[in-house]
């Protein structure tokens, strides 16, 4: 099994609706990040969260909020999708207690298609 | 300016030879960086990272950093077609803790 798991996998969904994006990971991993990626711009980090009482906004949070259910649990969500949400999305987990060289670990990745 | 910029490519290398890839960053606060590999459709997988100055080796692939010119660069030897994919560098910053990734690097080794 996956230690990172994004539900769904693929979504196709029409503009206007609302949507979320399921991260859940088994690493024990107190920090999770929330990016999108588009062709030729890397990865842009939308949210992210140091422990369940901890969210905080990345470079590009407009149009989207979280919610860190648990510590294990991060999840993303589209209050009313637009098509230029249209992107591939990754959840990711890191480990502080690895100090300044903790690397991220990538669920497979969303990708979402909006009408 | 990006924080951390990389040539998109496609960087096009014959197998059995030495790819070449550079990345450089705007923030003197970065202190560790590191490279993932990104298959087409697939998640980014971590290659290696580097927090000094100098070379560091595993395999195939060596780092370089050299914090004065603020540049990063990794190479790949003997390539293979399966080394065939996007390159990512990324710098952690101190303060936050956050990565930020360079557009990425494609990589296209050719039998």
């Known amino acids: 099994d996956a230690d990172v798991t994004q539900t769904p996998r693929n979504r196709i969904t029409k503009t206007g609706k609302r949507i979320m994006l399921e991260c859940s990971q088994t690493?024990?991993?107190?920090?999770m990040y929330w990016y999108r990626q588009d062709p030729g711009l890397g990865l842009r980090l939308i949210y992210y969260?140091?422990?369940?009482?901890?969210?905080n906004k990345g470079e590009i949070s407009d149009g989207y909020s979280v919610s860190r259910q648990a510590q294990a649990k991060f999840s993303l969500s589209l209050e009313s999708a637009i098509p230029n949400q249209t992107a591939l999305y990754f959840c990711?987990?890191?480990?502080?207690?690895?100090?300044?060289?903790?690397?991220?670990?990538f669920g497979d990745g969303t990708r979402l298609s909006i009408l | 300016q990006k924080e951390v910029e990389q040539n998109s490519g496609p960087l096009s290398v014959p197998e059995g030879a030495i790819a070449s890839l550079n990345c450089t960053y705007s923030?003197?606060?970065?202190?560790?960086f590191f490279w993932y590999r990104q298959y087409s459709g697939k998640s980014p997988e971590l290659i290696m990272f580097?927090?000094?100055?100098g070379d560091k080796e595993d395999g195939r692939f060596t780092a370089q950093l050299n914090k004065a010119s603020q540049y990063v660069s990794l190479l790949i030897r003997d390539s293979q077609p399966s080394d065939s994919a996007t390159y990512l560098c990324?710098?952690?910053?101190?303060?936050?803790?956050?990565?930020?990734f360079g557009g990425g690097t494609r990589v296209l080794v050719k039998p």
């Open positions: 990711a987990t890191s480990d502080p207690r690895q100090g300044s060289n903790q690397p991220q670990h």
């Open positions: 690493k024990g991993h107190d920090r």
């Open positions: 969260s140091f422990d369940v009482k901890d969210i």
């Open positions: 923030d003197r606060g970065s202190q560790s």
């Open positions: 580097i927090y000094s100055n």
């Open positions: 990324a710098a952690l910053k101190a303060a936050g803790n956050k990565l930020t």
